[in-house]
């Protein structure tokens, strides 16, 4: 693999995707500015251009709402298949001058900042934390204070959307089995299917069987509505929401950028308020309260009935992401990845390839992510697994270095599915280009 060339074709799709102080996901399909993508992005920025890494983080900041969220989309200029969903969502507590969505996704904003802090010197470091802290501490309070109230430390999400790994198993067995409208099964029974798949704009650019399925993606827009419905009131949709969830990956990336938020106040002597550092100390351990002492596995949970979603998905591994587990514990995760490894080519099927779910292409039901292998990776090597770290590592680069930077991958035979020219591939790959041997 030349990782020069690698590198270059990074570069080069990240240029295309600036928008000018943020960086769309993907042409085409994905025309705004998405939450954990844009941090993803700045981590690949840092290595060749840290103000324009501080920009995409700056410019993340600017969708806040006054309550303290940070939402998972600020819309851009070109059309988005969702546009309309939001459009009719707004609300009084987004800024003022942008249209956002009213949702939220998994939160890298504190290792992004960190990452890039890493390359910056001291005093443009500590004077950028100091601009940014009481934002970062706003979010981190809203997700405690509205997303966990049983105050346990794990927070709850309200649309799968919120977890990045939108069509992931636990989450649609979820709504199919306790919230699918008489309509929308009346439809499919109907075999309304086909003519809802010819309606979808996002398969203009994908194929449909990359894609969330169709049913599923009215699903999706359906509890979108019941969100809007509610006017976002946390509160009282923790008590009806029959599908809200206490996700593995978002809670553990959740501990992580708590740790980096320890790390970043520190560094400016700044205090975290008492309730919130006690919270953070709890979510320390709350991951126990996923995990299946009969499976051996870590698990999505059900927010209402508290009882585990015994789906697997990618999140089962980034427990060591979040760096909270014990050492014994991380072990028999990396023994367990190790031995599902050897049942694929490519590191990290999103699904397992003996899950029912399983399909090598469609979306996170099955495919290889780089975002989610670099998560892992970097968990790997902070509990010393090197050398399965460096494995995955490599057999990531030279997915995106022989197809380029797709958005996702078989992990059966490596062909790229989804959207080209995918930003945060680029800078992941080109992150792990550059921090490895
Ligand atoms: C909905 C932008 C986003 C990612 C998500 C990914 C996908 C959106 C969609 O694209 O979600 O947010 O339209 O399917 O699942 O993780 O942030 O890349």
Not at 86 to 92: A, Q
Not at 170 to 189: F, R, Y
Not at 309 to 330: Q, W
Request: proline share 5%; aromatic share 10%.
């Amino acid at each position: 693999m030349n990782k020069r060339k690698l590198i270059e074709q990074c570069e080069i799709t990240l240029k295309q995707n600036d928008v000018g102080g943020w960086t769309r996901p993907a042409p085409g399909l994905y025309p705004h500015q998405w939450l954990w993508d844009s941090c993803f992005v700045a981590i690949g920025l840092r290595h060749y251009d840290i103000n324009r890494a501080q920009l995409e983080i700056d410019n993340l900041f600017r969708g806040q709402w006054s309550n303290g969220m940070i939402p998972h989309i600020i819309q851009g200029k070109g059309d988005y298949y969702a546009d309309q969903l939001w459009n009719n969502g707004r609300s009084d507590l987004m800024p003022k001058d942008l249209l956002t969505s009213g949702i939220t996704q998994p939160p890298l904003l504190a290792e992004a900042m960190v990452l890039i802090g890493e390359k910056l010197p001291t005093k443009k470091r500590q004077g950028w934390y100091r601009q940014h802290i009481n934002q970062l501490l706003a979010y981190h309070e809203w997700l405690y204070r509205e997303r966990d109230p049983h105050q346990v430390g794990l927070v709850a999400l309200l649309h799968p959307w919120e977890s990045g790994l939108d069509n992931s198993p636990s989450w649609m067995k979820q709504i199919h089995k306790h919230h699918k409208p008489l309509w929308i099964s009346v439809g499919a029974g109907l075999g309304l299917t086909g003519l809802l798949e010819k309606m979808r704009k996002d398969t203009h650019f994908v194929p449909a069987r990359e894609r969330i399925g169709t049913i599923d993606a009215l699903l999706l827009y359906y509890h979108v509505r019941k969100l809007i419905v509610a006017h976002y009131d946390n509160k009282k949709l923790l008590k009806s929401s029959r599908i809200a969830t206490e996700d593995v990956a978002y809670n553990s990336i959740l501990i992580r950028a708590n740790q980096h938020l320890r790390t970043i106040a520190a560094e400016i002597n700044v205090e975290i308020p008492g309730w919130l550092h006690e919270r953070m100390r709890k979510a320390q351990s709350a991951l126990d309260m996923l995990w299946d002492e009969n499976e051996h596995m870590y698990f999505d949970r059900d927010f209402r009935r508290q009882t585990l979603l015994h789906e697997p998905t990618i999140g089962r591994y980034l427990p060591l992401y979040s760096g909270a587990v014990s050492k014994k514990r991380a072990d028999q995760l990396a023994h367990e990845l190790q031995k599902e490894l050897s049942g694929t080519l490519y590191p990290i099927a999103s699904v397992p390839i003996t899950s029912p779910y399983f399909s090598h292409h469609r979306y996170w039901q099955g495919p290889t992510w780089v975002n989610t292998n670099w998560m892992i990776i970097d968990g790997l090597k902070r509990y010393g697994h090197t050398e399965l770290a460096q494995s995955i590592t490599t057999r990531t680069l030279e997915l995106v270095s022989i197809h380029g930077p797709y958005e996702y991958f078989s992990p059966i035979d490596g062909t790229p599915a989804g959207a080209h020219q995918f930003s945060w591939s680029a800078a992941l790959a080109l992150d792990l280009a550059k921090t490895s041997q």
